[in-house]
């Protein structure tokens, strides 16, 4: 099932007091990213983030869910409603996340 348009621009919404936050779709799905880095995306009219030590910190009881099969799982957040949790989360993470692959010259 692909994810809808209007629930990736309620996210943005959400997300709007962040600078970079940027999206990419694939799929039918959306990935998100936060000053350059992925930090998770909108499957199924869900937002997931990767699982990294700051996230679970920050959402302690999130569960973990697959974006779709065969992917690896991803936490599931489910305070959209709170843009003060959702800028929260996405500052916490932004230092653990790796840096953006460098894409090879031809």
Same mark, same amino acid.
């Given at each position: ?47 997931? &983030? ?10 302690? %009881?999130?569960s973990? =869910? /697959? !974006?779709?099969?065969?992917? $690896? ?6 305070? &959209? ?10 500052? %916490?993470?932004?230092? =653990? /996340? !790796?840096a953006?692959?460098? $894409?090879?010259?031809?």
């Amino acid at each position: 099932m692909a994810s809808n348009k209007e629930y990736l621009e309620f996210i943005l919404e959400q997300l709007s007091e962040l600078d970079e936050i940027t999206y990419r779709a694939m799929m039918g799905e959306f990935i998100i990213y936060y000053r350059g880095k992925i930090i998770g995306g909108i499957y199924d009219d869900r937002l997931l &983030v990767k699982p990294i030590k700051a996230a679970i910190n920050y959402m302690p %009881a999130a569960s973990y =869910e /697959l !974006p779709y099969e065969g992917a $690896k799982e991803m936490l599931l957040v489910d305070e &959209v409603d709170n843009r003060e949790f959702l800028t929260g989360l996405f500052n %916490a993470m932004y230092d =653990e /996340l !790796p840096a953006p692959k460098q $894409k090879k010259k031809k």
